[in-house]
């Protein structure tokens, strides 16, 4: 399927990251909602929960996010890992493939965690490279997400959203804009979220994502506060309120809550999605309202 009809068939309202503690709920009472996102990961040595997921692929759109690729290791992608996710997403079809501007693998070791990239050439040559790589192994185009940050590197030249829009400009992947990494990004590196938005390419997002981050005290400069992405709370008020300005900006997109630790009840989950979808609807009418005033 090319990329315009898999985009056409995207749906542009929330959805729920759908965890392994609420896959037989989720069967059981097919909940109202948009979209459901998996990560494949999960799925890959559970047979019972693809089994599952594939049932309910047949209602739901899908959207699969990797947290296991690592698109920016300078060792490579791993192509056994890139062969078990095209079986698993194959089977599901699902609207959207992402995973984050990061890498995760060293030597051949899985590593527990999202780890951050220099924003320079060399590293935007690596990661447009595995960008081809991945897309050509998994048949489909494949998103890249904002990463949460807590440092920089001295020999970044140019900044994380200069180097999304490169890689755009590069290689026209689609950007998945995670609006918590960037409320939360912008608190631990003192930069303004608002602005990061306004530069990103408001044509190439594809997704958007919703997540709570908990503030923890920054061991390496004691007194402040870091916000870490815990995805282990309620989204909090001041990411709504640039939720809304991305939507102003970007228009509506389809939005996923992510919740992955202290994970609540169902019926929490899908509480977050309708808020998303009525910020979604306002955001739409003050847009309405200020063209109608234009014109
Ligand atoms: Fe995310």
């Not at 990961?41 to 693809?50: G, K, R, S, V």
């Not at 930069?191 to 530069?199: A, G, K, L, T």
């Not at 970007?250 to 999605?273: C, H, K, M, S, Y």
């Amino acid at each position: 399927m090319a990329l315009t009809e898999r985009a056409h068939r995207r749906p542009d309202a929330a959805g729920i990251g759908l965890r392994l503690p609420h896959i037989a709920e989720v069967v059981a009472t097919r909940p109202a909602i948009t979209c459901l996102e998996v990560h494949p990961e999960n799925f890959l040595a559970n047979p019972h929960a693809t089994e599952l997921l594939t049932d309910l692929a047949r209602d739901y759109p899908i959207s699969v996010h990797t947290v296991g690729l690592s698109i920016g290791s300078a060792d490579g992608i791993d192509h056994a890992h890139l062969r078990r996710l095209r079986a698993f997403i194959d089977g599901i079809d699902p609207v959207v493939v992402s995973g984050h501007l990061a890498w995760s693998t060293h030597q051949g070791e899985y590593l527990n965690d999202l780890l951050p990239l220099p924003y320079d050439e060399e590293a935007l040559k690596v990661v447009a490279a595995h960008l081809d790589e991945v897309q050509d192994g998994l048949g489909r185009p494949y998103v890249i997400e904002n990463p949460s940050t807590y440092v920089a590197f001295g020999a970044s030249t140019m900044t994380e959203v200069e180097f999304l829009n490169e890689l755009v400009h590069r290689t026209g992947c689609e950007l998945l804009c995670d609006v918590s990494n960037v409320y939360l990004s912008a608190h631990n590196m003192a930069n303004d979220p608002y602005r990061f938005i306004d530069e990103l390419p408001s044509g190439a997002i594809a997704e958007l994502h919703l997540g709570g981050f908990t503030p923890e005290e920054d061991e390496a400069t004691p007194g402040e506060t870091l916000f870490v992405d815990t995805h282990a709370s309620p989204i909090t008020e001041p990411v709504w309120d640039l939720y809304e300005y991305a939507l102003r900006r970007f228009g509506q997109r389809l939005t996923i809550v992510e919740w992955d630790n202290d994970i609540p009840p169902l019926a929490t989950l899908l509480g977050e999605a309708a808020r998303a979808d009525k910020v979604t609807a306002h955001a739409c009418s003050v847009q309405e309202a200020s063209r109608a005033g234009a014109a």
